[in-house]
């Protein structure tokens, strides 16, 4: 999905599932001033890229209680490298990203960040993307508990 912000603001887009996407699940490009990133209890699952790369960094954004699994490079890409601090990460679940869980921030970390050693979902290969109990984020009571998608 390509998210152009010089639209303006960007709805929030919340409890979706990327599944299989050939390349960014999400990638942000044009930002304008003003231009709102929020993220909540997505799931992306096997991108053949980044789960998401910010290309172009948004005013602000929040990228809250999702999971990112298996994707080709990382869970979260700031390729812009620029005002990573305009960005919040919090309680977000990171699973097997080819190139690890997040790059670009510098010294701004994310929030109750939880990583997995075990897929996270019960059947993603079969589309079925109901987080595991024994998932860590579940186990450890992260933010939001993960029962969007």
Same mark, same amino acid.
Do not use: K
């Given at each position: 999905m390509l998210l152009d912000?010089?639209?303006?603001?960007?709805?929030? $887009?919340?409890? !979706? /599932? +990327?599944?299989?996407?050939g390349d960014d699940g999400i990638e942000t490009v044009n930002s304008t001033a003003g231009a709102v990133l929020i993220l909540l209890g997505c799931s992306f699952y096997s991108c053949g890229g980044?789960?998401?790369?910010?290309?172009?960094?948004?005013?602000?954004?929040? $990228?809250?209680? !999702? /999971? +990112?699994?298996?994707?080709?490079?990382?869970g979260i890409n700031n390729s812009s490298g620029s005002n990573s601090g305009n960005i919040q990460r919090i309680g977000?679940?990171?699973?097997?990203?080819?190139?690890?869980?997040?790059?670009?921030?510098?010294?701004?970390?994310?929030?109750?960040?939880?990583?997995?050693?075990?897929?996270?979902?019960?059947?993603?290969a079969n589309h079925d993307f109901t987080p595991k109990s024994t998932s860590n984020a579940i186990a450890n009571a992260a933010p939001g508990l993960f029962e969007g998608p």
């Open positions: 912000a010089a639209i303006g603001h960007l709805p929030p $887009i919340t409890d !979706c /599932i +990327f599944d299989n996407c980044n789960g998401i790369n910010i290309g172009t960094m948004p005013a602000a954004g929040l $990228i809250a209680n !999702c /999971i +990112f699994s298996q994707s080709g490079a990382y977000n679940l990171f699973y097997s990203n080819s190139s690890g869980t997040e790059n670009g921030f510098g010294d701004t970390p994310s929030l109750a960040q939880q990583t997995d050693s075990a897929d996270p979902y019960v059947d993603a």
